[in-house]
């Protein structure tokens, strides 16, 4: 009897879980049928879930005319570059405020995340007054140097649970046999932490990947606008263009669940271990 309970138990967990994957992945598949539909078909019949006649315009059009590829490539290098510079300089961070100040640098990385605790339209209106007066307005270097203000504090606070799991007997033995400092945290605590790095990595690309606000204030080129500020400039047109709406955000929504879909094992594993202490 009890098996049976169990069994029905798990059969209806699994009708709940499949429920909710498709109500989750509907609006994507919608997003998706919609951007291979004709223009006229989006707007004669726009709650048809199949489109009539498959085209590929709506892409042709925004790769090709709008030149949306480029703005991609704007977001994934400034995405790139925070995220490399963030780990880089939240690494060594982390790893001194867990060997060399412990107590000073529990404070400070706690008071480092007090930052979060602020709205960031609170901070524009400075950053906007700091990055003209720098000259960096409407480049991609002043939109970096603002997405790290945010990016290093985070990654800081993150990466020290990850350091605290690294055996302090580890690093003493690497000592012994003849390592500086440099040499053990390079090649020693590094590949121990690799997982929550790795995790790291990806939070602060996807903070800096869907980043709005800064990028709307900051850039003003149609050329070096992020891939957020693209998709707002073709919902602010005089005449929106739901096709191109449409296969504007497939371009950046499904390599990006695809991407991520293949390393949530990694984040889920990396978070977990970063949580032991």
Known sequence: MGKRKGIIGNGL????????SVIAFFPLLWVLLSSVKSSGELTS???KFLPEKFTLENFIHVINDLKFVDNIGNS???AFSVT???I????????????????????????????????????????SFIMARLGLTNTRIGLVIVYLSFSVPYAVWMLVGFFKTVPIGIEEAAKVDGANKVQVFIKVVLPLVVSGIV????YTFINAWNEFLYALILINSTDLMTVSVKLRSLQGAEI????????????????SVIFFTIIQNKISGGLSEGAVK
């Open 84 to 86: 490399i510079i963030a």
């Open 88 to 127: 880089i300089i939240s690494s060594m961070a982390a790893y001194g405020i867990v060997r060399f100040f412990p107590r000073i640098g529990n404070v400070m990385s706690k008071a480092l995340v007090t930052m979060y605790l602020f709205p960031p339209i609170l901070l524009a209106i400075p950053y």
């Open 76 to 78: 994934l290098l400034i």
């Open 240 to 255: 929106l263009n739901w096709g191109d709406m449409m296969a504007a955000s497939t371009l950046v929504v499904v390599p």
């Open 13 to 20: 967990c699994h009708i709940y879980l499949i429920i909710l």
């Open 199 to 202: 995790a790291t990595a990806i």
């Open 45 to 47: 019949n726009p709650t």
